[in-house]
């Protein structure tokens, strides 16, 4: 699709306290930066540059269990950092580059860079009226592949500034490839009412419809969930193929207890994606479910985000994947590595940790025994297969989730099934852990053969807290 790019200027007022809430609601890696003030003040005065993106051709499918949720569609772009666009700031020369991007319709916008490397001391910003994304500062945005990718903002306009002081001579290397058009709500972006109690004080409310089915359990209002609160912090959101679909994942530990950024997730939600530009986004679950007067009241957990995969191995036979994440994963986000299991008679009851339709968190619990089961793969019968949920269920978007045994350990990923609040007697499979063990998922979990077997012949490793790990 073409594009549409005219010089333009225009004065926008909008609100820094909901720019600096929005900040860390959905925080990738970044900083306040120095020129975060000039959002709310000269900056908007500044020229920038219009591009009209027209809206691409939306395969509108319904989302099955056996694909990834799609949620979004992305647009082949070329635009670059353009010197003769700059603009300076302030009275000591510093200086801006700043694009605006609009997309009618879209529900959500976010950016992909096939070159991405910008110089020490300078800061990069993307934000609409509604959210605030940055400052990213060279480290860790810089990475060896000189790709990057952006969360989604909601709304169809999108701003892109990036400030330089004067005393860098350097110039970055910004070229956006892709704009990813929503065009299915975007869970991750709720929105926001703020009630103000005081001129010092306020109280900042949510109000949002529910994302995934009526059935699921939420992972924080439900007695259960307390009992897989560490589990839960090993679960991620996953935004793959071009940030355009969502998966769920979780971080695993390893034989080497060494607190390598393992993600394991199901192999069709990587389809022909580009796992450099793909986003984990960790503790996406509610912080809180509290009720006053009969009414249930909710705050969501900040969305703890990540960018950037490397593949490391997987299989089909199974629907396994396994990637390693390139960001060190920050200390304050408090992950878990998840235990995982060989055992081929998963004691039950068994439990999934998923996002359905990338909602936040949702507990389901089978009390049954796991059956031996096939998918396009028999004879071989390399996945497990869950007859019915006796509570919750999985929806889209759960598709690489891990299924724990009674022991906290992972025995498999989400693969497919029929299971949905609109057919609670419906099944789902998984991949079996012990089968992706023997297809490759050994060598980067147990690499220098360190693991003992039981006498029923599987191996098995408890989970840890990755901060536990870190040498500080």
Same mark, same amino acid.
């Given at each position: 699709?073409?594009?549409? !790019?005219?010089?333009?200027?225009?004065?926008k007022?909008?609100?820094?306290?909901?720019?600096?809430?929005?900040?860390?609601?959905?925080?990738?890696v970044?900083?306040?930066?120095?020129?975060?003030?000039?959002?709310?003040?000269?900056?908007? =005065?500044?020229?920038?540059?219009?591009?009209?993106? &027209?809206? +691409?051709?939306?395969?509108?499918?319904?989302?099955?269990?056996? !694909?990834? @949720?799609?949620?979004?569609q992305?647009?082949?772009?070329?635009?670059?950092?353009?010197?003769?666009?700059?603009?300076?700031?302030?009275?000591?020369?510093?200086?801006?580059?700043?694009?605006?991007?609009i997309?009618?319709g879209?529900?959500?916008?976010?950016?992909? @860079?096939?070159?991405?490397?910008?110089?020490?001391?300078?800061?990069?910003?993307?934000?609409?009226? !509604?959210?605030?994304l940055g400052?990213?500062?060279s =480290?860790?945005?810089? !990475?060896?592949?000189?790709?990057?990718?952006?969360? $989604?903002?909601?709304?169809?306009?999108i701003?892109?500034?990036?400030?330089? +002081?004067?005393?860098?001579?350097?110039?970055?290397?910004i070229?956006?490839? #892709?704009?990813?058009?929503?065009?299915?709500?975007? +869970?991750?972006a709720?929105?926001?009412?703020?009630i103000?109690?005081?001129?010092?004080?306020?109280?900042?409310?949510?109000?949002?419809?529910?994302?995934?089915?009526?059935?699921?359990?939420?992972?924080?209002?439900?007695?259960?969930?307390?009992?897989?609160?560490?589990?839960?912090?090993a679960?991620?959101?996953?935004?793959?193929?071009?940030?355009?679909?969502?998966?769920?994942?979780?971080?695993?530990?390893?034989?080497?207890?060494?607190?390598?950024?393992?993600?394991?997730?199901?192999?069709?939600?990587?389809?022909?994606?580009?796992?450099?530009?793909?986003?984990v986004m960790?503790?996406?679950?509610?912080?809180?479910? #509290?009720?006053y007067d009969?009414?249930?009241?909710?705050?969501? /957990?900040?969305?703890?985000?990540?960018?950037?995969? #490397?593949?490391?191995?997987?299989?089909?036979?199974?629907?396994?994947?396994?990637?390693?994440?390139?960001?060190?994963? &920050?200390?304050?986000?408090?992950? =878990?590595?998840?235990?995982?299991?060989?055992? *081929?008679? $998963?004691?039950?009851?068994?439990?999934?940790?998923h996002?359905?339709?990338?909602?936040?968190?949702?507990?389901?619990?089978?009390?049954?025994?796991l059956?031996?089961?096939?998918? /396009?793969?028999?004879?071989?019968?390399?996945?497990?297969?869950?007859?019915?949920?006796?509570?919750?269920?999985?929806? &889209?978007?759960?598709?690489?989730? &891990?299924?724990?045994?009674?022991?906290?350990?992972?025995?498999? *990923?989400?693969?497919?099934?029929? /299971?949905?609040?609109w057919?609670?007697?419906?099944?789902?499979?998984?991949?079996?852990?012990?089968?992706?063990?023997k297809?490759?998922l050994?060598?980067?979990?147990? $690499?220098?053969?360190?693991?003992?077997?039981?006498?029923?012949g599987?191996?098995?490793?408890?989970?840890?807290?990755?901060?536990?790990?870190?040498?500080?």
């Open positions: 699709m073409g594009l549409i !790019k005219r010089g333009y200027s225009r004065v007022s909008f609100h820094l306290f909901l720019l600096l809430f929005a900040h860390v609601v959905i925080a990738q970044s900083h306040i930066g120095r020129y975060h003030d000039y959002l709310n003040s000269y900056s908007t =005065f500044t020229q920038h540059t219009l591009y009209n993106i &027209p809206s +691409p051709y939306l395969n509108n499918n319904q989302p099955t269990l056996s !694909k990834p @949720f799609q949620f979004a992305s647009i082949d772009v070329s635009i670059e950092f353009d010197i003769s666009s700059v603009a300076t700031i302030n009275s000591d020369r510093d200086w801006s580059w700043k694009i605006k991007i997309s009618d879209a529900t959500s916008l976010s950016l992909i @860079f096939d070159q991405w490397w910008i110089p020490e001391h300078t800061e990069v910003y993307v934000y609409n009226d !509604k959210e605030i400052a990213f500062t =480290f860790p945005s810089n !990475k060896k592949s000189k790709q990057f990718a952006t969360t $989604p903002i909601k709304g169809d306009s701003i892109l500034e990036y400030y330089s +002081p004067i005393y860098v001579t350097q110039l970055p290397q070229r956006i490839s #892709k704009v990813v058009y929503g065009f299915r709500p975007l +869970p991750i709720d929105t926001v009412q703020e103000w109690q005081d001129s010092t004080q306020h109280i900042m409310k949510r109000k949002r419809r529910p994302h995934s089915g009526k059935c699921n359990i939420d992972l924080s209002c439900d007695i259960a969930g307390s009992t897989w609160s560490k589990e839960a912090r679960v991620a959101v996953l935004l793959t193929d071009e940030n355009q679909v969502y998966c769920s994942a979780v971080l695993l530990n390893n034989a080497k207890h060494d607190g390598r950024q393992l993600l394991l997730t199901a192999y069709h939600c990587m389809g022909s994606s580009n796992p450099a530009t793909d986003i960790f503790n996406h679950q509610r912080r809180s479910c #509290k009720v009969g009414k249930q009241e909710t705050l969501s /957990a900040y969305s703890d985000t990540l960018h950037g995969l #490397k593949w490391l191995t997987g299989s089909a036979i199974s629907d396994y994947a396994l990637l390693e994440i390139e960001e060190a994963i &920050p200390k304050d986000y408090n992950v =878990f590595l998840a235990g995982w299991t060989t055992n *081929q008679e $998963p004691v039950p009851p068994l439990v999934g940790i996002h359905p339709s990338g909602d936040y968190k949702k507990l389901s619990i089978y009390t049954g025994h059956l031996p089961a096939c998918w /396009a793969e028999c004879p071989d019968k390399d996945h497990w297969k869950v007859e019915h949920w006796t509570r919750g269920t999985t929806e &889209p978007g759960s598709s690489g989730s &891990p299924l724990f045994d009674a022991s906290h350990r992972i025995v498999g *990923q989400l693969h497919g099934g029929s /299971a949905s609040c057919n609670k007697r419906g099944y789902d499979i998984y991949g079996s852990f012990e089968a992706s063990w297809n490759g050994s060598d980067y979990l147990d $690499p220098n053969n360190q693991t003992i077997k039981t006498s029923l599987s191996i098995s490793i408890d989970g840890i807290y990755l901060n536990k790990l870190i040498k500080s």
